[in-house]
């Protein structure tokens, strides 16, 4: 890859270098931490096991870490109010780097506060999977019809503990006016399993559940209101193990996709989640 006649690669270090002077211990931390992970996807021979640095387009990155350098020279946050779809790195609990996909509609830089849908991938995907392949992206795109904010981290990091959840939040709210009474989360199989988790672990930071393909009971006092999905043709997770995990879920709703597997039910599984997760606020 080159730009402007020049390898990629050139360009990164430059904004790598224009970055190591910023202050990275100040209120900044989390921006200067993302602009930097977001230089490096600048790369001559992009990885072909790194959706990250495959998937993006290094002229529009290029242009976009002009603008974020230059916004962080000057002593500011460029994630405060971004809409648009990119990708990006927060530090989240015991100093892990957890990449994410945010797709944040232009009605998240208005003074309205936005609600968030986090987004959980299954194993063998990574933090791009909801937004360029499940259903083809169907998931940003209902996302932004009800004024929501899209995440999607990767799971297998960001589900190792709620923390990672609570830096997740304290960063969003930082950035954008959040609807606390709208943060809704899906998760497919492994994903489903981590949703139920967090949901487990902090119950009264969503409004609603969907697990899609996977999950687990949730029993903790004031869970959030659930739905699991499950798969006539799951080989992988059979639908008799989610319609377990719903009804030993006090209040769950099941639901049976037939005549699909684990990875096709996902887009539908998106299509009939979301309608569903915005009838509950918290």
Not at 13 to 35: F, I, K
Not at 126 to 143: C, H, Q, T
Request: glycine share 8%.
């Amino acid at each position: 890859r080159s730009l402007n006649g020049a390898p990629a690669s050139a360009a990164r270090n430059e904004y790598l270098a224009r970055l190591a002077v910023v202050d990275s211990t100040g209120p900044l931390a989390q921006a200067l931490l993302s602009t930097r992970e977001r230089a490096k996807l600048l790369v001559d021979v992009p990885s072909p096991e790194r959706s990250a640095e495959f998937l993006n387009d290094p002229a529009k990155l290029s242009r976009d870490l002009a603008r974020e350098v230059s916004v962080l020279e000057r002593g500011r946050d460029p994630y405060i109010g971004l809409v648009g779809d990119y990708w990006r790195v927060y530090r989240g609990a015991n100093n892990a780097l957890v990449p994410m996909r945010i797709v944040a509609p232009p009605s998240a830089n208005v003074r309205k506060p936005v609600g968030v849908l986090l987004v959980l991938h299954g194993a063998g995907g990574d933090e791009n999977m909801f937004v360029d392949a499940y259903g083809s992206g169907i998931a940003p795109k209902l996302a932004a019809e009800q004024r929501l904010i899209l995440v999607s981290p990767k799971t297998d990091i960001f589900g190792m503990t709620p923390e990672h959840f609570d830096a997740l939040m304290t960063l969003l709210r930082n950035e954008f006016r959040i609807d606390s009474s709208r943060v809704y989360l899906i998760g497919h199989s492994m994903g489903a399993g981590a949703a139920a988790r967090l949901a487990q672990a902090r119950p009264a930071q969503f409004a609603a559940v969907a697990m899609l393909a996977g999950g687990s009971p949730l029993t903790v006092a004031n869970a959030p209101p659930s739905l699991f999905v499950g798969a006539e043709l799951d080989p992988i997770i059979p639908a008799a193990r989610v319609e377990a995990a719903a009804k030993a879920t006090p209040g769950a709703t099941y639901e049976l996709f037939r005549h699909e597997g684990h990875l096709l039910m996902v887009g539908n599984g998106v299509r009939r989640a979301v309608p569903w997760l915005i009838t509950h606020t918290r």
